[in-house]
C-alpha cells in the first residue's frame, strides 16, 4: 500500500518540490524495506538527499522529528540534520 502512496506523490509532482526526505522505520511481511520502494518508485532519478532513521521515539533514546520546522539536511555530516529555526516555544 505505501507503493500506492509514493506512485500517487510522484505523479502529482511531489518529488520535484522537495529538497530531501527523511524515512522512519517500516516492515512489510515481504521483506522489502522502504528505502527499496521508494527507490523503486523514483526509478534511480534522485535529486535530493534520503535520510533513514529506525526507531525514533519508540526507544529508550527518544528524537523529536518537528513537522513544519524549516532544517538542513546534509547526509556528508556526522549529524545530518541541522534546523534553521526554533521549533518550541
Known sequence: MVSHYLY???????????KGIWLGNYEHESGI???QILLDTLEGGIPFPIIKSN???HCDKKTVIPIGTMAEIN???ENPITL????VQ
Do not use: M, R, Y
Not at 8 to 18: A, P, T
Not at 84 to 87: F, S
Open 8 to 18: 500517487h506523490l510522484k505523479q502529482n509532482g511531489v518529488f520535484q518540490k522537495i
Open 33 to 35: 524495506t522502504l528505502e
Open 55 to 57: 526507531n525514533f521515539g
Open 75 to 77: 547526509t556528508e555530516k
Open 84 to 87: 534553521l529555526e526554533a521549533c
